[in-house]
């Protein structure tokens, strides 16, 4: 009977310092952007990129987020790349799975390229992860971004801005 009492009482002790140490990573974990660059890239300058583009829209095998699909394509030449680089710091003591960057759209944009490979982030490391639209020619860089990243399988989102 003592035995058992015994190996009670270290098991809820087990179990609280194991649930004390995760809600001090999750109280801890700090994740920033520290700086965002934007760079625009005239549609007309990427070649056959852009015409090859258009085309999986058109026939719907575009893989991205299609914020509106134009009834008619315009020239090249009235498009822009938006390339947007964040700087993301993990201050944790754990390592980020995955990092996504979603552009919260403005009225002249027409679509967010797909990211092919997986952003990630060890403990207490900083890393660069891009974004990229296409919009029209004459729209201005500022942008709401919205940082979506995991730790252990938990989602946690922050909102930053490029601009003013």
């Not at 809820?12 to 920033?32: I, Q």
């Not at 679509?111 to 296409?134: C, E």
């Not at 942008?143 to 990243?149: C, D, G, N, Q, S």
């Amino acid at each position: 009977m003592r035995a058992l009492k015994i190996i009670t009482i270290v098991a809820v002790s087990m179990l609280l310092v194991m649930l004390l140490m995760v809600g001090y990573l999750f109280t801890t974990a700090e994740v920033v952007v520290t700086d965002i660059s934007a760079q625009g890239i005239p549609a007309v300058n990427a070649g056959d990129t852009f015409h090859t583009l258009t085309s999986t829209v058109d026939d719907g095998t575009f893989i991205g987020t299609l914020y509106q699909k134009p009834t008619e394509w315009k020239d090249a030449s009235e498009y822009v790349y938006m390339t947007y680089t964040l700087s993301i710091t993990n201050n944790c003591l754990v390592p980020i799975d995955m990092i996504e960057v979603q552009i919260v759209p403005q009225s002249q944009d027409i679509l967010q390229l797909s990211q092919s490979q997986v952003y990630s982030l060890p403990q207490r490391t900083s890393g660069d992860v891009p974004a990229m639209i296409l919009s029209t020619a004459n729209s201005h860089p500022v942008r709401e971004m919205i940082v979506t990243y995991y730790v252990w399988g938990f989602s946690f989102t922050m909102r930053t801005t490029y601009g003013k």
